[in-house]
């Protein structure tokens, strides 16, 4: 988890580049492959070769994100360890899987999901040198180019989604809270 948390995203997506095209030639290196009509929507994720040039930016966007979660939990199971109620859930018994599934997990959750949905949104937002390493004609790369080219109305409007995409990321997990919590209650406040 240290070294995808420490290592820049363009890097890693040219060694990805680099061994799995150049190297061995398992994967295809850029763009998005041949593209198939579904709901009105242009889309290559349907097809085998679609699913092959998805590969590497996703593992490329996923590799940051999954270190961050990987750390968070574990600093937050070697916390909770060390709580009375995990120590009694031992001592009635019960299995070391149960307590770190139940017990353990069930109160390292809310940091968890809050991290899950700020990065989730942050994927979206910042995707950009993904896009551009991997020539993957995305919002990221609309985005830079409309820079370069001064186009003020789509950076507005690249803006309006991706702060729209957070604000709903962010009411799914408050919503998502009340699910894992019994303690939080989305209730009409007084005032």
Known sequence: SILGFSLPTFWVGLMLIMVFSVMLGWLPSN?????????????????????????????????????????LTRSGTREALTQDYVKFARAKGLSHRRVIGVHVLRNILIPIVTVIGLEFGSVIAFAIVTETVFAWPGMGKLLIDSINLLDRPIIVAYLLVTVTMFIVVNLIVDIAYSALDPRVRLTEGKG
């Not at 709901?39 to 998805?54: D, N, Y």
């Open 31 to 71: 763009g998005r492959g041949p593209t198939t009509q579904f709901l009105g929507v242009r889309v290559s994720f349907l097809s085998l070769e679609g699913w092959r040039h998805l590969i590497m930016p996703a593992t490329n966007l996923a590799l940051f994100k999954l270190a961050l979660l990987i750390r």
